[in-house]
Each structure stands twice: as C-alpha cells, then as structure tokens.
C-alpha cells in the first residue's frame, strides 16, 4: 500500500464532506419556508434518533462489508439527503431529508476513522496515527469555516441552490473514496470478499457477541466515549441556534456565516495543541469539561464578542477532546471491531442530542436562545463536577 498517496485521497475526502455551506444557514433557511424553532428542534431530533438507532450497525456494516464500499453508499445517501431537502408541500420531505442525512453521516463515521488507521497499521506506521488524525480533524474544521464563509451566497442563491452543491459535493466524495485501497489488517478483512450468504449472518451474530463482549470489559473505554460525546452535544447547539441569536442581536442575517468563521477555526486550534499534548486524558477530559461549560454559558450574552468567545472555548475543548480520546481507544480497539466500536461514541452523541435538540427548541421558542445556552453551560458544568468527584473517589481508592 502508498500509505502517502492513500492519506492524500482521504485527506481530499474529508475537505470535500467537511465543506457544508449549509450547515451555517440551515436553520434560517427552515425558518423563512415557515418553520418554528421547535420544529426546527424536532427536525434535529429525527436527525438524532435516526443517527442513534443506525450509528453502530453501519459501523458493523464497515467492519463486515469493507470500509471503501461504506463509505461510497455514505454519499450515494448524501446525495438523497440533499434532493429531499430541495421538496415542497409537504414537511415530511425535510424530515427524509435528515433522515438521510444522518444516515449518510452514520455510513462515514467510525468508517473512515478506521480505513485510515487499519491503513497506517498495514504500512506498519500506526504510531502516526494521532498527528495523521490531526491533520483530518483541522482540514475538516479549515474546510467547515470556508464553507461558513460562503453562507451569505448561499443565503442569495437560496436553499434549493445550495442543496443541489451539496448534492455535488457528495458525489465528490464517491469519487474520492473510489480510488481508496481497502486495508487489510487481518484474515477476515481478507476474506470479505468471500462470504455467502448464510456466513453473513453468522459472522454479523458473531461481531455483535463479540463487540458486546468488549464494551461490557472496557468500562473505562465507554467512559471516555461518553465524555466526548458531552463536549461534542453543546459544540452542535451552539451553531445550531447561534444562528437565530446573532439575528436577535442585530446581525445582519444575509452576513450570519461570517462571524461565526472563528468557532471552527477555535476548534482546530484544540485539535492542533491535542496532537503534541500527552499529558492523562482523565484530568484533560475534566479540564475541558470546565472549559467548555463557562464558554456555553458565555453564548448567551447578548454581546456579539462574549458570544462568540463562548463558542471558541467549547469548540477549542470539543477538538482536543476529540483527537486524545479517538487516540487514546484507537489503541484498545481491534482491527475487526474498529469500525463498530468507533460508531459507538457517536451514537452517545446522538443518544443525548435525541433529548437536548427537541428540549432546546422549546426552550428557545419559550423562553429565548440565551437562555438555553445558559442551562447547557450549567448542566455541563454539573456533569464535570459530579464526574471530577467520581475520578477522585475512585483513585482514592
């Protein structure tokens, strides 16, 4: 395997997912075709429950099927996202329009983490991973804020428009990941090609014994997930609804994407202090849960600069946190497994997104957007403390 040419196309891979100009202005774009914030917080939570109920089958599909072929229906499905997203006359084209979009996002998740590691332990190089996973985190957030950048024409060009880029964009990837090698680390990656019918079903019966086998003897590997999955869930929020903030504060709504340029930025400068730190996680993990509970609480001022402070700190956290943990159980995961064990931190992530997002936007709707960035600042804050206990007692012990 070129282990530098296969990075290069995955690297390509990632700019061209990661560069959703729609993300900045979707939900203005729900609420000019007549939505309300709270069906705006219900449309997220399909988003979620869907991601949640899917988030680790797809991954067993990419450890069973082969990550290359995931990832390719990963933008056949983006593809469809996008398209339903474009309908009218009926709101349950939007909500099949997240319903594949999560789905989309499900088959890539856990799926490329794992291509590009199992790709690095093949070349026998796997202890790059955490600066070659890095590097993917900050092409990811770069292309996000240019995308960002691009919000006040995707706002002149409208929703359909938009749409139909990001319908492009998705092909992209397809045709990216198409030259892709698929690694093989281990005999049963070498023997996907090989199964029938009936071996697949008891290969799948297998992977889930063995995959529930592992999380129920690695507690302390579920722990970290879950910890990443709490920085991650106020990180989506905030640019969720700071878009309906700004415009309460005064900014113009055509120019919504541009100060909100910095918070992907602040996230790639956490990725990039992450990949030189080796300090312990579980004082790093507390760390940024402090962090990153006053920064969303900071959201909430009406003042455009605190605001955006606010969002930069948990972002900041959010990618630290992000690169240390998937290093850190990238180690403890085996080669068979990855894919799947990968896809259950974020499916932790969708399980506390399926509460937060409906819950938020009716807050939002009743009582303001500060006001609901208040209480996920506190209730993080809360959950750092009572975890920082727990640590405590536990190494007291």
Same mark, same amino acid.
């Given at each position: ?27 203005? =774009? ?6 309300? !914030? ?38 056949? !499905? ?21 319903? =594949? ?6 088959? %890539? ?44 024409? %995707? ?47 008891? +290969? ?10 592992? &999380?129920?003897?690695?507690? +302390? ?93 948990? +972002? ?16 403890? =995961? ?13 499916? !932790? ?9 409906? %819950? ?12 609901? =960035?208040?209480? &996920? ?9 009572? %975890? ?6 536990? +190494?007291?012990?």
């Amino acid at each position: 395997m070129n282990i530098e040419r296969q990075t290069v196309r995955m690297y390509l891979y990632e700019a061209a997912l990661a560069f959703r100009m729609v993300d900045a202005v979707w939900v203005i =774009f729900l609420l000019e075709r007549g939505y309300s !914030l709270a069906q705006v917080g219900i449309a997220e939570g399909i988003y979620h429950v869907t991601s949640m109920l899917f988030e680790v089958p797809s991954g067993m599909a990419a450890d069973l099927f082969g990550r290359k072929r995931t990832l390719q229906l990963s933008g056949v !499905l983006g593809i469809c996202s996008a398209v339903f997203m474009t309908l009218e006359g009926f709101s349950g084209f939007v909500y099949c329009g997240m319903i =594949f979009s999560a789905l989309s996002l499900n088959m %890539a998740s856990g799926t490329e983490e794992a291509l590009v590691y199992d790709s690095l332990l093949e070349a026998g190089c796997e202890a790059r991973y955490k600066k070659v996973w890095a590097s993917f985190s900050m092409i990811a957030r770069v292309s996000s804020t240019f995308s960002c950048a691009l919000s006040p024409a %995707a706002i002149l060009i409208g929703y359909r428009y938009t749409y139909y880029i990001m319908a492009g964009l998705y092909l992209f990837t397809i045709l990216c990941v198409s030259g892709v090698r698929e690694p093989q680390v281990t005999q049963k990656q070498r023997m996907r090609g090989n199964q029938i019918g009936s071996e697949i079903g008891r +290969r799948w019966r297998q992977h889930i014994k063995e995959t529930g086998a592992f &999380l129920r003897n690695n507690p +302390r590997t579920m722990c970290k997930l879950l910890a990443n999955a709490a920085l991650a869930c106020p990180c989506y929020l905030i640019m969720m609804y700071l878009q309906e903030h700004l415009v309460d504060c005064g900014w113009p709504k055509s120019l919504i994407g541009i100060p909100m340029l910095m918070i992907p930025l602040a996230g790639a400068v956490g990725t990039r202090i992450a990949a030189g730190n080796e300090k312990g996680l579980a004082k790093a993990l507390l760390v940024c849960g402090v962090i990153s509970g006053i920064g969303t609480c900071l959201v909430g001022n009406r003042m455009l600069v605190v605001a955006l402070l606010g969002a930069c700190l948990a +972002r900041a956290c959010e990618g630290f946190s992000e690169i240390r943990v998937s290093e850190n159980v990238n180690r403890d =995961f085996t080669s068979d497994h990855r894919a799947t064990l990968v896809s259950v931190d974020s499916m !932790l992530y969708s399980v506390l997104m399926v509460a937060a997002s409906p %819950a938020t936007g009716v807050l939002g709707d009743r009582y303001g957007v500060n006001v609901t =960035f208040y209480l &996920l600042g506190g209730i993080l804050l809360l959950a750092t403390v009572i %975890a920082g206990g727990v640590w405590n007692r536990r +190494r007291a012990q």
